[in-house]
């Protein structure tokens, strides 16, 4: 049997939405090429020699979302991709980032939101490997530490978190 929120999806496991206005942009889903550069300037500090995707990216299983400006640009993203955490979640959120210059006006918790809302109605729970510095983040949000710290991307501690539908 298993357990609630952590079925294994074969294909697109959320519903697909029209694009909505948010306080920081426009939200909608996006083609991962489009979120690359914003990775790796925000996540790799812009290091080359570090990979800014993610090994399923190009899964059938992998939801990418974005917000973007009024000028089209990418000032914020988000990657879901079907990666156990086993007899926990299913789904790992993964790789989300936030323009510097954007940071501070609700990109993320709209990004997050829209992954919870997705997630909810699929009945599957969410994972993360978040950085400590984004634990006030990430648990303001509902998700709940759990292991220990452990050094991650960058250098920087990291702990993994959950979240649980219902």
Do not use: N
Request: charged share 20%; aromatic share 6%.
């Amino acid at each position: 049997m298993t357990p609630t929120g952590t079925a294994q999806p074969s294909g697109p496991w959320w519903r697909t939405r029209p694009p909505s206005d948010t306080p920081g942009g426009t939200l909608a889903e996006i083609d991962v090429s489009d979120l690359v550069d914003l990775r790796r300037s925000v996540l790799r500090d812009g290091r080359e020699d570090l990979p800014a995707t993610y090994p399923s990216d190009g899964e059938p299983t992998s939801l990418h979302l974005g917000v973007t400006d009024s000028d089209g640009a990418v000032v914020g993203g988000v990657t879901v991709v079907v990666d156990p955490w086993p007899g926990v979640a299913t789904l790992r959120l993964a790789l989300m980032a936030v323009d510097h210059a954007a940071q501070g006006r609700g990109i993320g918790r709209c990004l997050v939101a829209a992954v919870q809302e997705r997630a909810g109605e699929a009945g599957l729970d969410v994972w993360a490997a978040a950085r400590v510095a984004a634990l006030g983040f990430y648990t303001g949000l509902g998700f709940v530490p759990r292991e220990a710290v452990y050094i991650g991307p960058m250098d920087l501690p990291h702990q993994r978190i959950l979240w649980r539908t219902g």
